[in-house]
């Protein structure tokens, strides 16, 4: 059974960075692209950044140029490093699959960007 287990949120001020860490268990994640997305207050659960098994990467326009993602086979890690962060990325961040597969939805971890 495959668990999957994000870290790294917080509480920082605008313009700081933050960098998520999301576990996987199970060799699932070798076979894969993995997906950060994230839910903010009242809205829909929006994706954030992909990365293929190969390594190539996508963002969301709201993003790019902020946030990287990158993935250590080795350790079954996905990461999720954010830079120049505003508010209004305020959420929970999650890790799943790409294309995302409703049993593998974790607990998330929190980030907020406030002064």
């Keep these: 059974q495959v668990q999957i287990v994000e870290s790294g949120g917080g509480l920082v001020q605008p313009?700081?960075?933050?960098?998520?860490?999301?576990v996987f268990s199970g060799s699932i994640f070798l076979l894969y692209g993995l997906g950060?997305?994230?839910q903010a207050p009242g809205k829909q659960r929006e994706l954030v950044a992909t990365i293929s098994s190969a390594g190539n990467t996508n963002y969301a326009d709201s993003?790019?140029?902020r946030f990287t993602i990158s993935r250590d086979n080795a350790k079954n890690?996905?990461?999720l490093q954010m830079n120049s962060l505003k508010p209004e990325d305020t959420a929970v961040y999650y890790c799943n699959t790409y294309p995302a597969k409703d049993i593998y939805w974790g607990q998330g971890t929190q980030v907020t960007v406030s002064s």
């Design 77 to 79: 890690t996905v990461f």
């Design 36 to 38: 950060w997305y994230r």
């Design 63 to 65: 993003v790019k140029g």
């Design 15 to 22: 313009g700081g960075s933050l960098r998520l860490s999301c």
